[in-house]
């Protein structure tokens, strides 16, 4: 069974730098995209950043020059280095990858369970 754990959240003050991690575990034959997102108080969950298997990544233009995604397939886990916080980036984070859990699975669409991160002084 696929399971996707993220971590890495807390409290940090604007300015300063968090490290957020998601790893897949289980029977996992392939991965493909994988995505953070986050979800603020209020409002509707937005898509943050987006890497491929080959690297590709591409980020919200809101967290553009500050958040970078990467991963390692070794591990099948994703990273997102987040830099020059602001009281906006407040927000649950959640991974999400795209899994094949074997050579005849099909594609589907995992979630972790989210990690909270709160920019405040």
């Known amino acids: 069974q696929v399971r996707l754990v993220d971590s890495g959240g807390g409290l940090v003050q604007p300015g300063g730098s968090l490290s957020l991690s998601c790893a897949a575990s289980g029977t996992i034959f392939s991965t493909s995209a994988m995505r953070w997102y986050r979800q603020a108080p209020g409002k509707q969950r937005e898509l943050v950043a987006a890497i491929d298997s080959g690297g590709s990544s591409n980020t919200a233009d809101s967290v553009k020059g500050r958040f970078t995604i990467t991963r390692d397939n070794t591990k099948n886990t994703v990273y997102l280095q987040m830099n020059s916080l602001k009281p906006e980036d407040t927000a649950v984070y959640y991974c999400?990858?795209?899994?094949?859990?074997?050579?005849?699975?099909?594609?589907?669409?995992?979630w972790g369970q989210g990690t909270k991160v709160t920019v405040s002084s």
């Open positions: 999400n990858a795209n899994l094949r859990e074997r050579l005849w699975s099909t594609t589907n669409i995992y």
